[in-house]
């Protein structure tokens, strides 16, 4: 059993290596013993902008009588730090089934649900078949860059489709609110794919939009080596069910005969979403975010959390999170410290506003989505696909907005606040240009009514900073899915649709890469557990 040191507290200017000293300190131990040790969670505590700290569970392992030292450095530590004793829940797959599998398990996306579920079954002997309708990430890199520098979008290849899914190019953020052996194994395997340890313990953990597609290249690979498929430019465009079981996949380069089938497609796959509709899989309207993205300087965001002193040299760009209470929740999401606006786009005629940054966060701005939670009632329609029509007539307007080349509609917060047009294009991080543009025209009514009442509480939280230098790109629609493909609780599968396996933020099921890939994850485990592995080829 290991014993568990939580909330010590280090200042920012301490050095890590000093951790061994303190744990042990606190374990009465003499400072020079050796220790077996890990952080368990880091995190910087910024209240009091003069006494910034970082704050750190750590696990110890020692021998002899824990329990003893544990009641001895109770009776000597002050608060806030406790000393407990400390056992983690272990990550365990089912044992697999005896039921025989006809075909390989088909994995539909390669964003971070499908990924996960196709690698934990292919690490157990299920050789998946992942089928992405997007190209390899390094093309992909430069399919997305020709378009930020002004080519045409291509409706298979860009920041939403292709290797890694939407993720990839959304900044890297790996926050979860869950935890768990899941989450952990979850984050241990981005790690081990060419990411940061840190991400194990930071408790707002990010690798970058710069980094991930190395990480997703190397996940796939591992799924190669362990007798899994990719397969690219493979677009599933109809579903063979007979019977309430499934039994293949039309694609766009044939059909391929499958029993079982992890639908992954990721929250922007409208296609995907009429055929299902068509076919008769049952899915429900679901709540989804939508709003705007909120554009500041780096500097201010900088000297609003630190204070005057220029501690991101040390600390890195800073960060926020907001929210303003009433009839409509207004929040941040989705914040991108020395970030960029970027497109949001994935089919013609349409475009939509995300965030992302690299793992420096050395851009000059910062962004952050300021959305609402859209309820049903608010769709126009019964129709099960009314909120995707919703997010379309807006992401249309604002095409239109943006002459139709895909330029990013802008306007100046304080003018979008008094009513009145901005007369100049304001900088920003957006790459491919902006626009002049109304961005009450670009969301319902319901948000125009929530960020004017809104961004002035946000405002008075910042004394007066938030507004002045300030601008508004939008819309930003694609936060979640506004449909749920539903799927029994127990057994994950489709009702009336035998082997069908809906995951991810394109189910309804997850709102961000960690959580999409625990959820991929856990199918993984369902299917492990009732069918037998294919073993060797």
């Known amino acids: 059993m290991a014993i568990r040191i939580a909330n010590l507290r280090l200042d920012i200017d301490e050095p890590e290596a000093m951790l061994p000293e303190h744990l042990a300190r606190i374990l009465g131990l003499r400072p020079t013993t050796p220790l077996t040790w890990r952080i368990l969670r880091k995190a910087l505590d910024a209240r009091n902008k003069d006494s910034l700290h970082f704050v750190y569970n750590a696990e110890v392992v020692l021998p002899g009588d824990e329990r003893r030292i544990v ?36 994995v539909v996306g390669s964003g971070p649900g499908g990924l996960a579920a196709a690698y934990f079954l292919a690490e157990q002997g299920y050789r998946p078949l992942v089928l992405e309708r997007g190209r390899p990430v390094r093309q992909r890199i430069h ?51 060419k990411g940061k340890p840190s991400i194990l313990y930071d408790a707002r953990p990010h690798l970058g939009s710069n980094r991930l597609p190395a990480v997703v290249k190397a996940l796939r690979r591992r799924i190669e080596s362990l007798g899994g498929e990719v397969r690219f430019s493979c677009r599933v465009e109809d579903l063979d069910l007979a019977g309430g079981r499934l039994r293949g996949l039309a694609t766009s380069s044939g059909y ?22 068509a076919r008769g899989v049952p899915m429900v309207q679901k709540p989804f975010q939508m709003g705007v ?6 500097e ?56 992302m940054s690299l793992s420096k966060h050395d851009s000059p701005f910062a962004n952050s989505g300021l959305v609402v939670t859209v309820p049903p009632e608010q769709f126009g329609s019964r129709d099960v696909l009314a909120g995707v029509h919703l997010q379309q007539i807006y992401e249309q307007r604002a095409f239109e907005m943006g002459r139709r080349n895909y330029l990013c509609p802008i306007q100046r917060v304080c003018d979008f606040l008094d009513g009145r047009e901005t007369t100049d294009i304001p900088e920003t991080s957006y790459q491919r240009g902006a626009v002049r543009g109304r961005i009450a025209d670009l969301v319902p009514p319901l948000i125009v009514e929530a960020l004017r009442r809104g961004i002035p509480i946000m405002d008075q939280q910042w004394r007066g900073r938030f507004v002045p230098e300030a601008t508004l790109v939008g819309p930003e629609a694609r936060g979640s ?43 993984a485990k369902a299917i492990i557990a009732k069918y037998a592995p294919l073993g060797p080829r």
Not at 158 to 163: A, D, I, K, T, V
Not at 181 to 186: A, E, F, G, L
Not at 333 to 349: D, H, L, N, T
Not at 494 to 518: D, N, W
């Open 256 to 277: 391929v005969p499958a029993t079982v089938a992890v639908l992954a497609i990721g929250h922007s796959a409208r296609d995907t979403y009429r055929m299902l509709q």
């Open 481 to 523: 899915a506004p449909v749920r493909i539903l799927r029994d609780p127990t057994t994950r599968e489709t009702p009336g649709c035998e082997g069908l396996y809906p995951v991810g933020e394109g189910a309804g099921y997850a709102g961000g890469i960690v959580s999409a890939a625990v959820d991929g994850l856990r199918s």
């Open 293 to 298: 993205r909120i554009e500041h300087p780096q």
């Open 143 to 193: 399919d997305v860059r020709a378009f930020d520098a002004g080519g045409p979008l291509d409706p298979e290849s860009n920041y939403l489709f292709g290797e890694g899914g939407a993720g990839t190019f959304s900044d890297g953020k790996l926050t979860y609110r869950n935890s768990g052996p899941d989450v952990r194994r979850v984050l241990q395997l981005f790690a081990e794919c």
């Open 71 to 106: 009641a001895h450095a109770r009776r000597n530590v002050r608060p806030p730090v406790t000393v407990d004793l400390y056992t983690e829940e272990p990550f365990i797959l089912p044992t697999p089934g005896t039921r025989p599998l006809a075909h390989r398990p088909v």
């Open 300 to 355: 201010i965001v900088n000297r609003v959390q630190y204070g005057p002193t220029p501690l991101e040299q040390r600390l890195g760009a800073a960060s926020y999170t907001l929210i303003a209470n009433g009839p409509h929740d207004l929040f941040t999401f989705c914040m991108c410290a020395g970030g960029y606006i970027m497109p949001s786009v994935s089919e013609p005629g349409a475009f939509c506003t995300n965030g």
